[in-house]
């Protein structure tokens, strides 16, 4: 591949496979018992979950990439970066339409995408740096929550992305860590977008995770392939039945399953068998959504301060800009 690529790889199989052994343990013995999505994107959930993102339901991702479709002339005219750092980048589909408003402006810009799949950051590098001849990519293939800190220094003003509403699949504890990773990422002049799902009337949300022709619970039972397939385990597909709710109280969406049945499940790499009783709900991951007070709220907590908030005609999704909090001298 070209010069203008490098990767720095913080992950590999063996590292993968002993965090899903440590995350599926942990999530085992959680209250309610759950399982860890993120490993769930093999080929098949990465088909299934771009199916969902076409779905009439799921207004999610043509609503964020409207928004940024009209924002991204005047992030890139006013922000300038440098450095493009993406959370999660996959095939940088996104950001794309950055840098197609960057095109004709001064000045070379190095991207650095984070994800755990390296032959997807290689497909994707080759065909950036084929598409925009202004653009070096310093990859880093890596878990966005173990290693943040690898993300080389700056090369000028930087702009970190995290786009998707993907920060609500994490818990509020998950969420101050990783907003905290990302702070000390920023310099005083640089800046942090984010997309994030609103709360809305309860039925739309649920129409969204529960789509009329099961795509969604498709890539959910592909999670429990995965696991069967990596781990060993003996999940039944028929005496697990598929639920997302909405969960009035957290202000998110519960995805997962109910048992059927009482029922045993082996999982031969982990020496675990998994008891759960019928009608026990075993969580495969939430959908948080949010209101601006309270996002703002945890970006403060962070030492980040909120400076731009977007939204579309329907106040559905919100794009928004933030800066590193000024210190008291």
Do not use: C
Request: net charge negative.
């Amino acid at each position: 591949m070209t010069m203008r690529y490098r990767a720095y790889a913080y992950t590999d199989e063996a590292d993968r496979s002993r965090t899903l052994e440590e995350d599926v343990r942990h999530g085992l013995t959680a209250s309610p018992k759950s399982l860890p999505p993120k490993y769930f994107y093999d080929r098949i959930g990465a088909k299934l979950f771009e199916d969902i993102t076409r779905l009439p339901e799921y207004y999610l991702t043509r609503t964020e990439a409207t928004l940024l479709e009209k924002l991204a002339p005047r992030l890139m005219r006013d922000l300038a970066p440098r450095d493009i750092v993406e959370l999660g980048a996959g095939s940088a589909a996104k950001t794309r339409r950055l840098l197609d408003a960057r095109n004709g402006l001064p000045g070379t810009v190095r991207y650095v995408p984070v994800d755990v799949d390296e032959l997807t950051v290689q497909a994707s590098a080759a065909r950036l740096v084929a598409d925009y001849p202004y653009l070096e990519v310093s990859a880093l293939v890596g878990d966005f929550e173990r290693h943040l800190s690898h993300v080389p220094h700056p090369v000028g003003r930087r702009l970190v992305l995290f786009l998707g509403s993907t920060i609500g699949n994490l818990d509020p504890a998950r969420r101050a860590r990783l907003l905290g990773a990302v702070a000390s990422l920023l310099r005083d002049d640089d800046a942090f977008l984010l997309g994030v799902d609103l709360v809305k009337d309860e039925d739309r949300l649920v129409a969204a995770y529960n789509d009329s022709v099961g795509v969604t619970e498709a890539f959910v039972r592909n999670g429990l392939t995965v696991l069967n397939r990596e781990l060993g385990a003996d999940f039944d597909d028929e005496r697990l039945e598929f639920k997302a709710y909405w969960d009035a109280d957290n202000e998110w969406m519960d995805i997962g399953f109910v048992a059927r049945s009482a029922q045993v499940v082996s999982i031969p790499e982990l020496e675990v068998e998994l008891r759960l009783e019928a009608g026990e709900p075993l969580r495969f991951e939430i959908s948080a959504k949010f209101r601006r007070a309270g996002i703002e709220q945890e970006l403060a907590a962070a030492g980040l301060r909120l400076t731009d908030w977007w939204t579309d005609p329907a106040d559905d999704f919100a794009v928004l800009l933030a800066t590193s909090s000024p210190t008291d001298s």
